[in-house]
Protein backbone atom coordinates (compact mmCIF):
# COMPACT_ATOMS: atom_id res chain seq x y z
CA UNK A 1 0.00 0.00 0.00
CA UNK A 2 1.27 3.48 -1.37
CA UNK A 3 2.23 5.77 2.20
CA UNK A 4 1.43 9.38 1.59
CA UNK A 5 3.24 12.17 3.40
CA UNK A 6 2.06 15.87 3.20
CA UNK A 7 4.59 18.10 2.08
CA UNK A 8 2.80 21.64 2.73
CA UNK A 9 -0.87 21.73 3.34
CA UNK A 10 -2.40 21.46 0.14
CA UNK A 11 0.76 21.47 -2.48
CA UNK A 12 3.59 19.28 -2.85
CA UNK A 13 3.28 15.25 -1.22
CA UNK A 14 6.10 12.47 -1.09
CA UNK A 15 4.75 8.93 -2.41
CA UNK A 16 6.56 6.19 -1.14
CA UNK A 17 5.90 2.49 -1.97
CA UNK A 18 4.81 2.39 -5.54
CA UNK A 19 6.47 -0.15 -7.65
CA UNK A 20 7.67 1.64 -10.83
CA UNK A 21 9.68 -1.27 -12.05
CA UNK A 22 6.57 -3.14 -13.02
CA UNK A 23 3.21 -1.95 -14.80
CA UNK A 24 1.28 -0.16 -12.52
CA UNK A 25 -2.41 -1.39 -11.48
CA UNK A 26 -5.23 0.49 -12.25
CA UNK A 27 -5.66 1.16 -8.54
CA UNK A 28 -2.39 3.05 -8.35
CA UNK A 29 -2.71 4.68 -11.34
CA UNK A 30 -6.25 6.45 -10.17
CA UNK A 31 -4.24 6.80 -6.48
CA UNK A 32 -1.83 9.18 -8.44
CA UNK A 33 -4.25 10.71 -10.23
CA UNK A 34 -6.59 12.10 -7.61
CA UNK A 35 -2.93 12.91 -5.87
CA UNK A 36 -1.88 15.10 -8.74
CA UNK A 37 -4.90 16.88 -8.60
CA UNK A 38 -5.29 17.84 -4.92
CA UNK A 39 -0.96 18.11 -4.72
CA UNK A 40 0.25 19.69 -7.81
CA UNK A 41 3.43 17.98 -7.14
CA UNK A 42 4.40 14.43 -6.45
CA UNK A 43 7.83 13.45 -4.92
CA UNK A 44 7.70 10.00 -5.67
CA UNK A 45 10.41 7.85 -3.77
CA UNK A 46 11.12 4.58 -5.16
CA UNK A 47 14.03 3.91 -3.55
CA UNK A 48 16.26 2.68 -6.32
CA UNK A 49 17.08 4.48 -9.44
CA UNK A 50 14.45 4.61 -11.82
CA UNK A 51 15.57 3.08 -15.66
CA UNK A 52 14.58 4.75 -18.87
CA UNK A 53 12.31 2.03 -19.61
CA UNK A 54 10.71 1.81 -16.41
CA UNK A 55 10.34 6.11 -16.38
CA UNK A 56 8.70 5.73 -20.18
CA UNK A 57 6.56 3.06 -18.94
CA UNK A 58 5.03 4.89 -15.77
CA UNK A 59 4.77 8.15 -17.75
CA UNK A 60 2.55 6.50 -20.29
CA UNK A 61 -0.32 5.99 -18.04
CA UNK A 62 -0.74 9.61 -17.98
CA UNK A 63 -0.84 11.19 -21.59
CA UNK A 64 0.56 11.25 -24.47
CA UNK A 65 4.30 12.19 -25.15
CA UNK A 66 5.52 15.51 -25.92
CA UNK A 67 9.12 14.90 -27.71
CA UNK A 68 11.77 16.70 -25.58
CA UNK A 69 12.56 20.29 -27.74
CA UNK A 70 15.42 19.56 -28.54
CA UNK A 71 15.15 16.13 -29.97
CA UNK A 72 15.87 18.56 -33.53
CA UNK A 73 19.22 20.37 -32.43
CA UNK A 74 21.74 19.58 -34.78
CA UNK A 75 24.65 21.07 -32.33
CA UNK A 76 23.77 18.59 -29.90
CA UNK A 77 24.21 15.10 -29.77
CA UNK A 78 21.36 12.89 -27.41
CA UNK A 79 22.92 10.81 -25.14
CA UNK A 80 19.50 8.82 -24.34
CA UNK A 81 17.51 6.70 -26.67
CA UNK A 82 14.21 7.42 -28.75
CA UNK A 83 12.87 11.48 -28.94
CA UNK A 84 10.51 11.60 -25.67
CA UNK A 85 13.25 11.58 -22.78
CA UNK A 86 14.99 14.87 -22.18
CA UNK A 87 18.25 14.84 -20.46
CA UNK A 88 18.38 17.02 -17.58
CA UNK A 89 21.88 16.28 -16.95
CA UNK A 90 25.56 17.79 -17.15
CA UNK A 91 26.79 14.38 -18.19
CA UNK A 92 28.51 13.45 -21.99
CA UNK A 93 28.20 10.28 -23.90
CA UNK A 94 31.33 9.33 -22.06
CA UNK A 95 29.85 10.05 -18.75
CA UNK A 96 32.14 13.00 -18.53
CA UNK A 97 31.33 16.36 -17.26
CA UNK A 98 30.23 18.85 -19.75
CA UNK A 99 32.37 21.81 -20.12
CA UNK A 100 30.90 25.05 -19.05
CA UNK A 101 30.79 26.32 -22.64
CA UNK A 102 29.15 23.37 -23.96
CA UNK A 103 25.86 24.22 -25.45
CA UNK A 104 23.91 21.97 -24.06
CA UNK A 105 25.03 22.86 -20.30
CA UNK A 106 24.29 26.68 -21.49
CA UNK A 107 20.47 25.67 -22.78
CA UNK A 108 19.99 24.15 -19.40
CA UNK A 109 20.92 27.64 -17.92
CA UNK A 110 17.13 28.56 -18.65
CA UNK A 111 15.96 26.00 -16.22
CA UNK A 112 16.77 28.07 -13.39
CA UNK A 113 14.40 30.73 -14.07
CA UNK A 114 11.09 30.16 -12.96
CA UNK A 115 9.11 28.47 -15.45
CA UNK A 116 6.25 25.76 -16.19
CA UNK A 117 7.19 22.87 -19.16
CA UNK A 118 6.18 23.47 -22.59
CA UNK A 119 3.59 26.35 -22.05
CA UNK A 120 4.48 27.46 -25.08
CA UNK A 121 3.41 24.43 -27.38
CA UNK A 122 -0.12 23.53 -28.58
CA UNK A 123 -0.97 21.56 -26.99
CA UNK A 124 0.74 23.17 -23.73
CA UNK A 125 2.57 20.72 -21.02
CA UNK A 126 0.13 19.04 -18.44
CA UNK A 127 2.60 16.61 -16.22
CA UNK A 128 6.30 16.09 -15.97
CA UNK A 129 8.25 13.31 -15.00
CA UNK A 130 11.53 14.24 -13.44
CA UNK A 131 13.73 11.12 -11.97
CA UNK A 132 16.89 11.28 -10.05
CA UNK A 133 19.81 8.98 -11.09
CA UNK A 134 23.22 11.00 -10.20
CA UNK A 135 22.84 13.58 -7.71
CA UNK A 136 25.37 16.31 -6.53
CA UNK A 137 27.47 16.24 -3.18
CA UNK A 138 25.52 19.45 -2.08
CA UNK A 139 22.86 22.15 -4.03
CA UNK A 140 21.02 20.99 -6.98
CA UNK A 141 17.26 21.29 -5.48
CA UNK A 142 14.52 22.28 -7.51
CA UNK A 143 11.95 24.61 -6.01
CA UNK A 144 8.15 24.39 -7.26
CA UNK A 145 5.67 27.12 -6.39
CA UNK A 146 1.76 26.53 -5.95
CA UNK A 147 -0.03 28.91 -8.79
CA UNK A 148 -3.29 28.09 -7.03
CA UNK A 149 -3.01 29.50 -3.56
CA UNK A 150 -1.42 32.56 -5.44
CA UNK A 151 -3.92 33.17 -7.37
CA UNK A 152 -6.29 32.71 -4.05
CA UNK A 153 -4.09 35.57 -2.30
CA UNK A 154 -4.77 38.32 -5.44
CA UNK A 155 -6.87 40.98 -4.53
CA UNK A 156 -10.55 41.03 -6.23
CA UNK A 157 -9.20 44.10 -8.26
CA UNK A 158 -6.49 42.08 -9.70
CA UNK A 159 -8.49 39.23 -10.08
CA UNK A 160 -10.85 40.95 -12.05
CA UNK A 161 -8.24 42.70 -14.38
CA UNK A 162 -6.70 39.84 -15.58
CA UNK A 163 -10.21 37.46 -15.74
CA UNK A 164 -9.88 37.44 -19.33
CA UNK A 165 -6.39 38.24 -20.31
CA UNK A 166 -5.15 36.12 -23.04
CA UNK A 167 -0.92 35.41 -22.85
CA UNK A 168 1.53 34.44 -25.59
CA UNK A 169 4.09 32.26 -25.11
CA UNK A 170 7.15 31.74 -26.45
CA UNK A 171 10.23 29.55 -26.28
CA UNK A 172 12.12 32.40 -28.04
CA UNK A 173 11.46 34.69 -24.92
CA UNK A 174 12.37 32.48 -22.58
CA UNK A 175 15.51 31.44 -24.01
CA UNK A 176 16.04 35.40 -25.03
CA UNK A 177 16.20 35.82 -20.95
CA UNK A 178 18.97 33.53 -20.68
CA UNK A 179 21.43 34.42 -23.62
CA UNK A 180 22.64 34.33 -27.11
CA UNK A 181 21.87 31.97 -30.24
CA UNK A 182 24.01 29.30 -28.78
CA UNK A 183 20.16 28.88 -26.58
CA UNK A 184 18.30 29.15 -28.90
CA UNK A 185 18.17 29.49 -32.57
CA UNK A 186 16.75 30.89 -35.94
CA UNK A 187 15.32 27.06 -36.87
CA UNK A 188 13.87 26.60 -33.56
CA UNK A 189 11.75 29.98 -33.85
CA UNK A 190 10.26 28.52 -36.57
CA UNK A 191 9.60 24.90 -35.03
CA UNK A 192 8.21 26.71 -31.96
CA UNK A 193 5.64 29.87 -33.23
CA UNK A 194 4.05 31.65 -30.33
CA UNK A 195 1.22 29.71 -28.53
CA UNK A 196 -1.72 31.94 -26.64
CA UNK A 197 -2.49 30.58 -23.68
CA UNK A 198 -5.17 31.72 -20.68
CA UNK A 199 -3.88 33.79 -17.96
CA UNK A 200 -5.76 31.97 -15.44
CA UNK A 201 -6.58 28.77 -16.10
CA UNK A 202 -9.12 26.43 -13.86
CA UNK A 203 -8.36 22.91 -12.62
CA UNK A 204 -11.25 20.74 -14.11
CA UNK A 205 -11.52 18.35 -11.36
CA UNK A 206 -10.98 20.67 -7.97
CA UNK A 207 -12.70 23.99 -9.57
CA UNK A 208 -9.41 25.96 -8.35
CA UNK A 209 -8.13 28.68 -10.34
CA UNK A 210 -4.62 28.98 -11.06
CA UNK A 211 -2.61 31.38 -12.66
CA UNK A 212 -0.67 30.75 -15.95
CA UNK A 213 2.67 32.50 -15.60
CA UNK A 214 6.76 31.45 -15.68
CA UNK A 215 9.45 32.54 -18.30
CA UNK A 216 7.95 31.73 -21.36
CA UNK A 217 5.10 34.11 -20.90
CA UNK A 218 5.98 36.98 -23.32
CA UNK A 219 3.31 39.49 -24.29
CA UNK A 220 -0.33 40.20 -22.95
CA UNK A 221 -2.40 39.67 -25.95
CA UNK A 222 -3.51 43.75 -27.10
CA UNK A 223 -0.37 44.68 -24.79
CA UNK A 224 2.79 46.17 -25.05
CA UNK A 225 5.96 44.27 -23.89
CA UNK A 226 6.91 46.48 -21.25
CA UNK A 227 3.45 46.73 -20.09
CA UNK A 228 3.23 42.88 -20.15
CA UNK A 229 6.09 41.71 -18.41
CA UNK A 230 5.33 44.33 -15.20
CA UNK A 231 1.81 42.87 -14.58
CA UNK A 232 3.07 39.05 -15.18
CA UNK A 233 6.67 39.97 -13.43
CA UNK A 234 4.33 41.28 -10.33
CA UNK A 235 2.20 37.98 -10.60
CA UNK A 236 5.47 35.70 -10.39
CA UNK A 237 6.66 37.62 -7.61
CA UNK A 238 3.67 37.02 -5.40
CA UNK A 239 3.77 33.82 -6.86
CA UNK A 240 7.03 32.40 -5.88
CA UNK A 241 7.10 34.05 -2.21
CA UNK A 242 8.17 31.66 0.34
CA UNK A 243 4.85 30.72 1.97
CA UNK A 244 4.03 28.94 -1.66
CA UNK A 245 7.26 27.69 -2.25
CA UNK A 246 9.11 24.68 -1.55
CA UNK A 247 12.75 22.99 -1.82
CA UNK A 248 13.17 19.56 -2.95
CA UNK A 249 15.97 17.95 -2.17
CA UNK A 250 17.05 15.29 -4.42
CA UNK A 251 17.37 11.69 -3.91
CA UNK A 252 18.34 9.47 -6.40
CA UNK A 253 15.60 7.18 -7.00
CA UNK A 254 12.62 10.32 -6.74
CA UNK A 255 10.81 10.99 -9.45
CA UNK A 256 8.73 13.89 -9.31
CA UNK A 257 5.56 14.55 -11.29
CA UNK A 258 3.98 17.63 -10.86
CA UNK A 259 0.93 19.58 -13.07
CA UNK A 260 2.47 22.56 -15.08
CA UNK A 261 -0.99 24.10 -15.28
CA UNK A 262 -1.12 25.19 -11.51
CA UNK A 263 2.88 25.29 -10.59
CA UNK A 264 6.04 26.75 -11.57
CA UNK A 265 9.15 25.42 -10.56
CA UNK A 266 13.07 26.23 -11.32
CA UNK A 267 16.25 24.15 -10.42
CA UNK A 268 18.92 25.84 -8.33
CA UNK A 269 22.66 26.27 -9.11
CA UNK A 270 25.29 23.37 -8.71
CA UNK A 271 29.36 23.40 -8.82
CA UNK A 272 28.37 22.12 -12.14
CA UNK A 273 31.66 21.77 -13.22
CA UNK A 274 32.91 19.76 -10.99
CA UNK A 275 30.06 17.27 -10.03
CA UNK A 276 27.66 14.94 -11.67
CA UNK A 277 23.92 15.71 -11.67
CA UNK A 278 21.84 13.68 -13.83
CA UNK A 279 17.90 13.90 -14.05
CA UNK A 280 15.95 12.27 -16.68
CA UNK A 281 12.90 14.03 -17.66
C1 LIG B 1 12.93 20.53 -16.01
C2 LIG B 1 13.45 21.49 -15.05
C3 LIG B 1 14.80 21.77 -13.09
C4 LIG B 1 15.87 21.02 -12.39
O1 LIG B 1 13.54 19.45 -16.17
O2 LIG B 1 11.89 20.80 -16.61
O3 LIG B 1 13.01 22.60 -15.06
O4 LIG B 1 16.03 21.22 -11.17
N1 LIG B 1 14.37 21.04 -14.21
O5 LIG B 1 16.58 20.24 -13.04
MN1 LIG C 1 11.21 22.69 -16.34
Known amino acids: MPQINKITDNFGAEVSGLELSKPMSQEDIDLVKGL ?4 AVLIIKSGEAVDDESLTRFTSNFGEFHKSITANRMDMTRRLKGDVLSDISNVG ?17 ANLIWHTDNSFRKPAGLYTFL ?16 TRAAYDSLS ?20 FLVGTEKVFDAEE ?69 WDNRVSLHRGLPFDDVNHRRDLRR
Open 189 to 257: AKRFPATLQPLVRRQELTGRKALYIGSHAWRVVGWNYEDSQALLGELLEISTRPEFVFRHKWTVGDVAM
Open 156 to 175: DEMKAKIADLQVEHSLAHSR
Open 93 to 109: KEGDILSREDPRRIQQL
Open 131 to 146: AARIVPPADGETEFAD
Open 36 to 39: IDQY
